[in-house]
């Protein structure tokens, strides 16, 4: 039975596990316990339910567009209560968003009537797990690019012979069973805790780095089928255009992702064939697509798929920790930032102030070979 809470900021001092800006103190029928949360904690009720999803879209945006349109977004969602991370460019718009459900028509209705950026209900990527808020504000940003570089362009239908070549849940999986090269365009940190059987999944954590590293591993495939997926299948449209420049003249993208890919395997009946845990950028840091945990906590090495971030602000370092370390380590990813969180509050906040991060080295967790082919 869910219950009702009231949410407070509490001590730093106090145990947290997911902090992206500080845990909480929540209290429930008088008892006081301090829950992980990153932000606030937000529990659903009956009567609150949200839809979590994403979705984008590219079409060249003037300045004046933009402006408008950052207004427009920022009214229209505030009056329905929509809360989410959305990055506004002069190639397009990409979102990711939680709405509640009494308001998801209204919602829907909006977004299929934005000037330059109309956005149909089959568009929008709709998350599995709805039991908790991805977001709990609104964020709209302006960037010069809605993901990566805005030095590699996605190319719109329509220009010039290229064409994208999106396959749906079942062409997917039969692709898989005929031999394509699969491969994960996401972050390190994404794929390790899920991925594709059999899939390439380059060890890097910048997009923009990983699109030359795809190319010289498929060196020698220019005219085979090249299977290529992402989270929401945003990222998937630059890297097919990028490699389309290079050569590569089949290669075919997941549609809407791995988000639409898990809607329909569930409605349809359909055997998944992706391993895991999918990774998402949002107070969730991830969806489970199956019960298979196929990583290891970074600090003792037992399965485990849960990322945190480091109880040490200063560090903040993401990476997968398990129940028993969480507990041992207060959520930290070293000692030494363990020695850092048990400071006197007024000794922390001038610590903060003159800090150096932690380096690479000194960090948990993988030190990101090139690359590697997952072996099933």
């Given at each position: 039975?869910?219950l009702?809470?009231?949410?407070v ?13 500080t ?21 659903i ?7 979590n ?65 109309a ?8 998350a ?35 064409k ?6 079942n ?19 994404e ?32 005219e085979?089928?090249?299977?290529m997926?992402c ?18 003249k ?22 998944s ?29 037992s ?61 948990v ?12």
């Amino acid at each position: 039975q869910m219950l009702s809470c009231r949410k407070v900021p509490c001590s730093r001092n106090l145990f947290h596990r997911q902090s992206h800006h500080t845990s909480c103190r929540v209290v429930l029928r008088k008892r006081e316990i301090c829950l992980p949360s990153r932000g606030h904690l937000t529990i659903i009720q009956p009567d609150e339910r949200i839809q979590n999803l994403s979705f984008y879209k590219f079409v060249p945006l003037t300045e004046p567009d933009i402006d408008h349109l950052h207004k427009l977004l920022r009214e229209g969602w505030e009056s329905l209560n929509a809360k989410g991370r959305i990055y506004l460019a002069p190639e397009g718009m990409n979102a990711q968003m939680s709405v509640p459900m009494k308001n998801w028509k209204p919602f829907q209705t909006f977004m299929a009537n934005l000037p330059k950026l109309a956005i149909s209900a089959e568009q929008l990527n709709l998350a599995l797990d709805n039991t908790q808020t991805a977001f709990s504000r609104l964020h709209i940003r302006l960037r010069k690019a809605v993901v990566g570089s805005s030095e590699v362009q996605a190319k719109i239908e329509g220009e010039g012979d290229f064409k994208h070549q999106y396959l749906d849940a079942n062409e997917w999986n039969k692709a898989m069973d005929e031999g394509a090269t699969v491969v994960d365009v996401r972050n390190a940190y994404e794929s390790e805790i899920g991925h594709f059987s059999g899939a390439i999944t380059p060890q890097v954590y910048d997009f923009k780095k990983s699109l030359p590293i795809i190319r010289d591993m498929l060196k020698g495939k220019e005219e085979e089928k090249i299977l290529m997926y992402c989270t929401g299948g945003i990222r998937c449209e630059k890297a097919s255009a990028y490699l389309n420049e290079h050569g590569f003249k089949n290669v075919l993208e997941l549609k809407g992702g791995i988000v639409s890919y898990s809607q329909q395997i569930k409605s349809d009946g359909i055997s998944s064939k992706f391993r895991g845990k999918n990774f998402t950028f949002d107070e969730r840091l991830g969806e489970k697509l199956s019960s298979e945990i196929i990583s290891k906590c970074h600090q003792c090495g037992s399965p485990a798929d849960t990322h945190v971030n480091c109880a040490n602000h200063t560090c903040h370092h993401l990476f997968i920790q398990c129940q028993k370390c969480q507990d041992s380590m207060n959520g930290c990813c070293t000692p030494k930032c363990m020695d850092i969180i048990a400071l006197p509050e007024e000794e922390y906040k001038v610590y903060r102030k003159i800090a150096i991060p932690p380096t690479h080295e000194e960090r948990v967790g993988p030190k990101l070979p090139f690359a590697k082919r997952t072996s099933s």
